[in-house]
């Protein structure tokens, strides 16, 4: 059975000048995402923002997860807040784990926010997700269809609650790896969002294949954590990861179901069915 892990990083021998920061407020209960894989945990660097925290990777110049602890309060400021902000290498990171404007230039895909702009409170912790530490290559058609989507469900869900959780990042297939530009920056086969809802006391994973014809699937964060050897939530109980919660489903704008005719119909396969697939039918559909 073939599951999409992330990159392992390349092997490295220099001290991070990059000073490593913690910010338990953005974890549910606390503890960071675990990287379970030790060989990909080399060369990286846990890093603090306003509105969220990120992991770093020096051998994908870019994000193992992103974090934030997403409430109503904060979303109501993001909705007041003028939508601005233009994409910035990360100078806290030392020069060989940076990502770069021209890695991305003519290259044939967006420059994919993992927290989104539309979560952040404020002109600044706007501008911070903006940062290229928080950026991974994705297709137009993923990240300006389905994955406006997650990101308008999720947002929604967060509403309805008053606060969630949210860990997003990407998932590589080691055995067919492209990679953007000088900085050899990789095309994840994946992306997804894994939440926790304190207040239902339960969790849940989107994740959608960064593909020109791109899909997306509920998951468990159980499932999750295999396909992409990153446990989003390492202190909540394994019992609580295996059940998918009553997930939202994904809310692709006007616009982009507009492009989209068989929208209907995928909309339907996102419900409530397609969150009780076991493991072989996920990873089936996933690689197809």
């Not at 913690?22 to 995402?33: H, N, Q």
């Not at 675990?34 to 994908?60: D, F, H, K, M, P």
């Amino acid at each position: 059975m073939k599951y999409f892990l992330y990159l392992p990083v390349l092997a490295s021998f220099f001290v991070l000048p990059a000073k490593a920061d913690t910010c338990p407020a953005m974890f549910a209960e606390g503890a960071a995402p675990a990287v379970l894989l030790e060989t990909a945990r080399i060369g990286t660097v846990q890093l603090c923002n306003s509105g969220y925290a990120v992991l770093v990777s020096e051998g994908s110049k870019g994000p193992l997860w992103s974090a934030e602890d997403l409430t109503e309060e904060n979303l109501e400021i993001a909705d007041r807040t003028r939508r601005q902000g233009s994409f910035f290498v990360d100078t806290r990171l030392p020069f060989t784990m940076r990502a770069s404007l021209e890695d991305y230039r003519s290259s044939g895909y967006d420059r994919g926010h993992m927290t989104p702009s539309g979560d952040e409170a404020g002109v600044q912790a706007q501008q911070q997700s903006f940062l290229l530490s928080n950026i991974v290559p994705q297709t137009a058609e993923l990240n300006r269809g389905p994955w406006e989507g997650v990101e308008s469900a999720v947002r929604g869900w967060a509403r309805q609650e008053g606060e969630i959780f949210v860990v997003t990042g990407p998932g590589y297939d080691p055995d067919h790896i492209r990679t953007l530009g000088k900085g050899r920056i990789p095309v994840p086969a994946v992306t997804w969002k894994a939440i926790y809802d304190p207040a239902a006391n339960g969790t849940g994973a989107y994740v959608c294949l960064n593909t020109r014809h791109p899909t997306c699937k509920i998951t468990s964060v159980a499932l999750l954590t295999q396909l992409v050897n990153i446990d989003p939530f390492p202190a909540l109980p394994a019992s609580l990861k295996d059940h998918v919660s009553a997930m939202p489903p994904i809310r692709e704008t006007a616009e982009a179901l507009s492009k989209r005719p068989q929208a209907k119909e995928l909309l339907k396969e996102w419900g409530s069915k397609a969150a009780q697939k076991a493991l072989k039918a996920l990873v089936k559909a996933l690689i197809q």
